[in-house]
Antibody
Framework: QVQLQESGPRLLKPSQTLSLTCSVS?????????WSWVRQSAGKGLEWIGR???????NYNPSLKSRVIMSVDTSKNQFSLRLSSVTAAETAVYYC???????????WGQGTLVTVSS | SYEVTQPLSVSVALGQTARITCGGN??????VHWYQQKPGQAPVVVIY???KRPSGIPERFSGSNSGNTATLTISGAQVGDEGDYYC??????????FGGGTKLTVL
């Protein structure tokens, strides 16, 4: 059973860069899936940030594209998110997600709350 | 960019049929996925590719997609079905946008 676990700093100051890593267990990150990041601010809806394939191919949310970089480390079975110049409005629970082309986001991490505050 | 719209809330009497819509330009030409999210939990896919049900999802969940509207139908709604529901598509220009979410209340 594939499991995903987010890790990274939980508290940032405005203008800093958010860095999160998702560790995948119970399956290979090199399998035929994309790997996505989704966030959710308190009381708000889901926002798709972007996704990456094991070969490094990426797709990003156009509204965040200028500040997002995703990467994958197949040797560690991990993928990562970097979001630069964060603001307080980007305080949210960040989820890493397995993205099946046919079946949608079929596996989710538990989510990690990242707080941006001065 | 491609946008998908959902009603903010839907209410249904216990045991009746709830329908949650997801609107988008020619959404019938896209694959639509539906997620259920309960408070404090990660979302769970309840319908994928318009009308496919993952293993473990009750048969009362079904989906359809045509024209400019996709619909999630919950037949015989239970109290345990309460939560937020999100639709999602794939669009080459926009990526994987979610709808704004619909809060389902079972009365």
């Amino acid at each position: 059973q594939v499991q995903l676990q987010e890790s990274g700093p939980r508290l940032l100051k405005p203008s800093q860069t958010l860095s999160l890593t998702c560790s995948v267990s119970g399956g290979s990150i090199s399998s035929d899936y994309y790997w996505s990041w989704v966030r959710q601010s308190a009381g708000k809806g889901l926002e798709w940030i972007g996704r990456i394939f094991s070969t490094g191919i990426t797709n990003y949310n156009p509204s965040l594209k200028s500040r997002v970089i995703m990467s994958v480390d197949t040797s560690k079975n991990q993928f990562s998110l970097r979001l630069s110049s964060v603001t307080a409005a980007e305080t949210a629970v960040y989820y890493c997600v397995r993205d099946s082309v046919d079946a949608g986001h079929d596996k989710w991490g538990q989510g990690t709350l990242v707080t941006v505050s001065s | 960019s491609y946008e998908v719209t959902q009603p903010l809330s839907v209410s249904v009497a216990l045991g009746q049929t709830a329908r949650i819509t997801c609107g988008g330009n020619n959404i019938g030409s896209k694959n639509v996925h539906w997620y259920q999210q309960k408070p404090g939990q990660a979302p769970v896919v309840v319908i994928y590719r318009d009308n496919k049900r993952p293993s473990g999802i009750p048969e009362r969940f079904s989906g359809s997609n045509s024209g400019n509207t996709a619909t999630l139908t919950i037949s015989g709604a239970q109290v345990g079905d309460e939560g937020d529901y999100y639709c999602q598509v794939w669009d080459a220009a926009t990526g994987r946008p979610f709808g704004g979410g619909t809060k389902l209340t079972v009365l």
